[in-house]
Structure formats: C-alpha cells, structure tokens
C-alpha cells in the first residue's frame, strides 16, 4: 500500500471528523474559533496551522475511541479465519479499501453531535422551537445515515475477507 493511499484514509478516518468536531467545539470556545479562522483564512504560520491540523488528528482520534466503545458494540464481528504471508497484501488493501471508510463514517457520528450541540448552545436558543425540532431532525436522519453507511462497508469488508479466506491456497 503506498503512502497517498495510507495518508487518505488517515485523511478521511481521522481528520476530516475531528475537524467537525472542532467546528462544533469552537461554537462554545472562543479561542478555538479564532484559532479555526485564522488557519482557514492564512493568517497565521505554519507552525499554527500545524498545531490546528495536530488539535483535528487528536479530536479525531479520541472520537475514534468513542466510536470503538459505543457504535461498534451494534455492528458485526469479523469473520472468523486465519491470514497467511499469501493473504497478506490482499488483507491489507482491502483493509485500506474500506475500513477508513468505516471509521469515516463511524467516527463522524460523535463528530456531528458534537457540531450540532455546539451550534445549539451557542445559539442560545429556546429548547423548543420549530428551528430546533428542524435541527434535531436533520441530525437525526445525518446520524442514522452515517450509522447504515458505516455498517455497510464493515459488511462489504468482512464479506471481502471472508471471500479471501475461504479461498483455497491455490486460487489466492
């Protein structure tokens, strides 16, 4: 697996969801606001924006760990099988293939909730009102999306592995 494809799907598992979760925390936190501002328009230095992207990788791999802890409980286990030096290479493309899809998907869940409950606070809107019977229906729809998307590619995944491994050593 080369490294454009290892950085994409770190891109995509890890970043990419730990920056929303940041957008949603920088509705409460000032500082963090000024912060996402700054390095989205280039007002600040490298070593900022560094700091920001290693702040979205951090978030992002926290909510990887709620992820793990709460979403995972309700999807399926991997097939049962042993890899061999042969399967190997297979396993690990189709790993690069679809699980950073998974996590994706996965890990945006939290990542969302997170958006939406800090656009919501600092908003400081009425608890209910027709905007935020809107909003919770929207994420609502999001997050049961996210969840389908996520267990579909877990599903293609571990048929792809559990296809690799049925396989006879000589068809490999």
């Known amino acids: 697996m080369d490294t454009l494809t290892k950085g994409f799907g770190y891109l995509i598992a890890y970043v990419l969801p730990g920056f929303v979760a940041l957008a949603g925390v920088a509705f409460v936190l000032p500082d963090a606001g000024t912060l996402l501002r700054a390095a989205r328009d280039g007002n600040t230095s490298l070593g900022a924006f560094l700091f920001v992207v290693c702040i ?28 061999t030096p042969e399967t190997e290479g297979v396993y690990q493309n189709l790993l690069a293939q679809h699980y ?30 027709w905007n935020t019977a809107a909003w919770a229906g929207g994420t609502v729809v999001v997050e049961v999306t996210l969840f389908l998307a996520a267990r579909n590619a877990l599903n293609r995944l571990h048929q792809k592995i559990s296809d690799l491994l049925s396989q006879p050593a000589d068809h490999r």
Do not use: E
């Open 56 to 83: 979205g990788i951090g978030v992002g791999v926290f909510l990887n760990g709620v992820r793990a802890l709460t979403i995972d409980r309700f999807l399926p286990k991997p097939p049962a099988g042993q890899r």
């Open 100 to 129: 950073n899809y998974f996590q994706f998907y996965g890990n945006l869940m939290p990542a969302v909730l997170v958006f939406v409950v800090g656009s919501a606070v600092s908003a400081r809107t009425p608890v209910w009102t």
